[in-house]
Structures are given as C-alpha cells and as structure tokens.
C-alpha cells in the first residue's frame, strides 16, 4: 500500500486533485527513506553503444508488429483459400489478434510494473514468437484465432514492458527523438512484409499453398534472433531504485557508465528520496493512482491516443479496399503502393523526433496532430472531387502520415511521461487499450463500411471526421500537455514512493 506520508502536499503543483488523495493507503512503511542518484547518473550519459544495443534490441518490437499486421492483411487472401475460410472467419482472425493485444498489454503491463522490465522482455516475445510460428501451422479457423490471438497477446505485451523499459534506460535530452523512432519503425516492418508478401505470395516462384505459411516465419525467425540480443539488457535501474534493490541498481548504472561517457563525473549527482516499497500494489488501485490522483493527464493521453488510433487504423486497415475500388488496384500489386506509404511512415517520427527535444512536446504535438488533421481535410476534399489517381493518392497518404506518423509515436511518449515510475507500464497498456477499444475498433469498421457504399461523399466524410479527431488533439496538446523535454521522469512525475510525496507538475 502506498504511505499516508507520501499523499501530495497542499498547494503543491502537483497535476491531480487534491481531493483525490483519499484513494491512497493510510498505512506507512516504517522502513527509513533512501537516498539515490540513479536517475540524475542515467540523465547525465552521452549516447553510446550501449543505448544503441538498447533500441535495436528492445526496439524491434514495433518492426514485428508493422510486419505481422501487414502480413496478415496481404495474405488473407491466400488464408482464405488455402483453410477454406470464409471473408468474415478472415476478419475474425484480425479480431483475435486484436483481441490478444488488447489483454496482454493489461495483463504483461501489470507484471512488468510488479516483477520488473527484464523477464518481460523475454517472456513478451517467446510468447509472441509462439504465436506466430504455430500461426504458419494453422490448419483450420479454430486453430488460426487461437495462435493469432497468441501473436497478439505477445505483442500487446511487449508495448508495454518494452516502451517503460526504453524511457527509463535513455538519458532525458534523447528521450524524445529515441521513443518516436522506436515507434515509427512499424514502418519498417510493415515495408519488410510488403516486400516478402510480393516474394512468397508469387505463385511462380512459391506454391499459392506454401507462401502465406512461410510468411509468417519471417516474424518468427527475426523475433529469434532479437531473443539472444536482449540477454545483454540490464533490467531498468530505476525500477530496481523503487523497489529498495540500490545495490544491484547501482551496479548496473556502473557498468552502464563504463561503456557510456556522462557530461560531468567530477560532479556530484543530484538525488532523490525514496520510500522503498514493500509489495506490489492491486490492479484497482493502480486505476485509481491513473484516474483519480492524475485526471487531467489521462484525459489527455486519452484523447491523443483515441484520435490517432482512429485515423490510423481507419485508413491503414482500409487503405488496399480504397486502393482497389475506387482506382482498380489488383490485390496482387497493392505491395507496390504499400512502401512509399511505409517509408513516409518512418521518416516523419526519424526527421522529426529530435523537434520533440528541442522545440519541445506541446509545441511538436499540436504541430503534427494539427497539420495531420488539416492536410487529411485537403486530401478528403481532393478525394470527393475525384481529382486523384491511385499514384497521386499514396503521394497524399505518404504526405499526411509522415506528421501523423510522428504524432502517433509521440502519443506513447507522452503517456509513458506522464505518469509515476511505479505505474508507468500498466499506464502505458491501459491508454494502449483505451485508445484501441474507443477509436482503433470503430474507425476500420466506420470506413469500411463507407468505403463499401461506393460513394466518395461518404468515404470523404470519414476522411473528415479522422481530421476532426486530429484537430481536437492538437487543441489540447497545446493546452495541457506536459512541458518533458530535456527533463528527468522523475522531475516531470515523481515516483509514488517519493519521501515528499508525488509532485509532478
């Protein structure tokens, strides 16, 4: 339970209501407050190698899931005809994977808070690595919702642990550019599952029967591979500080800054006073400490959330029937148009993160949520006109989502900002959830269904609607986001366990 001790002090910045302090614990550790530098010792590294092994190896991530979302579009044609599969079991499967994703970042983002970042990033992937292999193996319907939902669960997890895990180990003037990048490479998994769907799904070069089961060992085989990767990971010394394990903490920060310069050994570093906690907290008062201590935080992480998920996956999970209907794009080449949308994807988080850092999150977060929404506005209207061809229409989509790919990255970032060291992985899965459940589900269901009407007026008007979304999000990035650049988590959230208190501002 969380100390009495430790309730926010009156007229304090804090960021919540102070009468939601009641939803704390009365009772108070009687253990001593400690005393840590890890935090300011972690702030103060130069990058090097080691950060660099931290992103390729934790990173990867977001790869698998752009590739197993873009396999799993590209080859439902081939699942249907291979498992005997009618188009509706197709969109099941879809259904489970998200379904999977959903609870596994609930279920793993409340592990990785109570047992730590590193067995998660183990036990994330092996079970989405399970997933996929056995995906490949499916021999009916039955059998691909199961091991889709598997997939899905793996990497519903691995959100969660492994975004908390990055932001705790990247000292803060990198945080910002390094957890959009982080995100925006789905893009590159998405490219590697267009190019080796136009390979496999080739009829002559493999069997139609044979191609769409290998396609899904390319996730398999690159998710083996990162596994022997992340045995040199540390588990995060900032998760280790709150949980009163200093000794081993500050061996791994030692052994970090062998390998990483920091700006100024000969000074000391600043520290932080802890009340070590004892036991892990429930599962309802971690949603109490997110929705009660912090309401106007989660309000905004969950607008930012809802507004991309919605125009994300209302184009993206549309973007081939678009494709296809409107400008007649065989199903075969739809690869083709998939890549320079891919790249457009990649490069706005990779161009634009180091804007996160420098000109700082409100201003970047309005930018790009706003000029998302405004450029999908013109799009729609150019769109309804009919003045587009399928080349002119992956050019505006390339355009639009090289701000919305860095908005929606930034999404992540924010909330994991947001919110205390102690929660930050379940905070991470819960507006993950939220996010998916309000606009991630109704978006791809709402187009859809306008995009099968025939008429543009109406797939415009969803157009208009993702822009709205859009625009109300910059709205109030501008207004009540948190100023995190260049600042320590614990000076932007300070943890729960904090001797003075959680003061964030």
Partial sequence: MIPAALLPRAGSRTGMRPQAAHVLAEARDAAQPIRSDIPARLDRLRWSGFHTRVVVALGIT?????????????????????LHLSDGQVGLSASAYLLGAVL?????????????????????????LAGTALTSLSQDFAMLALFRFIT??????EYSAINSAIQELTPARYRGRTDLVINGSFWIGA???????????????????????LAFGIG????????????????????????????????????????????????????????????????????RVLFRLYPGRAAVCTMLMTAQAFFYNAIFFTYALVLGRFFGVPGARIGLYMLPFAAGNFLGPLLLGRLFDTLGRRTMLAATYGLSGLLLLGVAALFNAGALDAATQTV??????????????????????????????????????????????????????????????????GYVLGAALML?????????????????????????????GPQGT
């Fill in 191 to 213: 490219a590697l599952g267009s190019a080796g769907v136009l390979l496999l799904l080739d009829p002559q070069r493999v069997p139609a029967a044979l191609g769409w089961r």
């Fill in 220 to 287: 398999a085989a690159l998710g083996a591979l990162i596994l022997l990767l992340r045995r040199s990971i540390p588990e995060s010394p900032r998760w280790l500080m709150v949980n009163g394990r200093l000794d081993e903490a500050d061996a791994v920060v030692a052994e970090i800054e062998q390998r990483a310069h920091a700006d100024d050994l000969s000074q000391p570093a600043k520290q932080v006073s802890l009340n070590p906690r004892t036991e892990p907290r429930s599962l309802p008062e971690l949603a």
């Fill in 104 to 128: 596994g970042a609930l279920l793993f983002g409340w592990l990785a808070d109570r047992y730590g970042r590193k067995p998660l990033f183990f036990v994330t992937l092996a079970v989405y």
């Fill in 396 to 461: 505006a989509w390339t355009v639009v989502f090289f701000f919305a790919s860095a908005a929606a990255s930034a999404a992540y970032l924010t909330v994991g900002e947001s919110f205390p060291l102690e929660v930050r992985a379940m905070a991470i899965s819960v507006f993950y959830v939220l996010g998916t459940a309000i606009g991630g589900i109704a978006g791809p269901a709402l187009l859809g269904a306008l995009v099968g009407s025939g008429e543009r007026g109406a797939v415009a008007l």
């Fill in 62 to 82: 977001w790869i698998l899931d752009g590739l197993e979302v873009t396999l799993a579009g590209a080859v439902g044609g081939a699942m249907k005809s291979g």
């Fill in 152 to 157: 899905g669960a793996g990497i519903g997890g």
């Fill in 472 to 500: 109300i999000a910059a709205a109030v990035a501008w207004r009540f986001a948190l100023a995190a650049e260049g600042r320590s988590l614990e000076d932007v959230t300070t943890p729960l366990s904090h001797a003075g």
